[in-house]
T-cell receptor
Framework: QKEVEQNSGPLSVPEGAIASLNCTYS??????FFWYRQYSGKSPELIMS????GDKEDGRFTAQLNKASQYVSLLIRDSQPSDSATYLC????????????FGDGTTLTVKP | NAGVTQTPKFRILKIGQSMTLQCAQD?????MYWYRQDPGMGLKLIYY???????DKGEVPNGYNVSRSTTEDFPLRLELAAPSQTSVYFC?????????????FGPGTRLTVL
């Protein structure tokens, strides 16, 4: 089992819809969770971080964390074509010398 | 602040050649990382450093070496380049383990080994 697993994708949604991206992790002591967005040919860019169970909202983005289920998700409301990118889930384990473990990413396409 | 900078942006190497990928950050971050990303794949950690003079291997260190003589710079050395090292290389930095460890990435170096 991979340490961090994401929807295999690709995911396609119409403009204005809600895009839901999911991520599961295997290590129960994980404490910090991140979503990075990576446009084609560009470097990853942090868009959301979450550390406590529940929801965290930032504009059109909502991160959801459920530590009991070892599950973290990213919801994008009112999806726009500019949201088309690969989304990487990353998990930080405090005993892991500061290293984050990344999933393979889910590619999202928002169709006009 | 320039953030994390990487040079060169692109490079083509012949098999057996060597090169150094440069990485610098001006955010006074303690932690720095080197990743490679193959097409359609996630990031694989090559080496990381928790401070000047301290480096350690990631999950794919073979064929690479690093040094960290200053807080700002973290060069990655490729010795005896092989086609399997064709990839995009990203350098990243973060404040450190005491923080949530959000990472900031450089623009990447696209390397082709022929």
């Amino acid at each position: 089992q991979k340490e961090v697993e994401q929807n295999s994708g690709p995911l396609s949604v119409p403009e204005g819809a809600i895009a839901s991206l999911n991520c599961t992790y295997s290590d129960r002591v994980s404490q910090s969770f991140f979503w990075y967005r990576q446009y084609s040919g560009k470097s990853p860019e942090l868009i959301m971080s979450i550390y406590s169970n529940g929801d965290k909202e930032d504009g059109r983005f909502t991160a959801q964390l459920n530590k009991a289920s070892q599950y973290v998700s990213l919801l994008i409301r009112d999806s726009q074509p500019s949201d088309s990118a690969t989304y990487l889930c990353a998990v930080n384990i405090p005993t892991n010398a500061g290293k984050s473990t990344f999933g393979d990413g889910t590619t999202l396409t928002v169709k006009p | 602040n320039a953030g994390v900078t990487q040079t060169p942006k692109f490079r083509i190497l012949k098999i057996g050649q060597s090169m150094t990928l440069q990485c610098a950050q001006d955010m006074n971050h303690n932690y720095m990382y080197w990743y490679r990303q193959d097409p359609g794949m996630g990031l694989k950690l090559i080496y990381y450093s928790v401070g000047a003079g301290i480096t350690d291997k990631g999950e794919v260190p073979n064929g690479y070496n690093v040094s960290r003589s200053t807080t700002e710079d973290f060069p990655l050395r490729l010795e005896l380049a092989a086609p399997s090292q064709t990839s995009v290389y990203f350098c990243a930095s973060s404040y450190g383990a005491a923080s949530p460890n959000e990472q900031f990435f450089g623009p990447g170096t696209r390397l082709t080994v022929l």
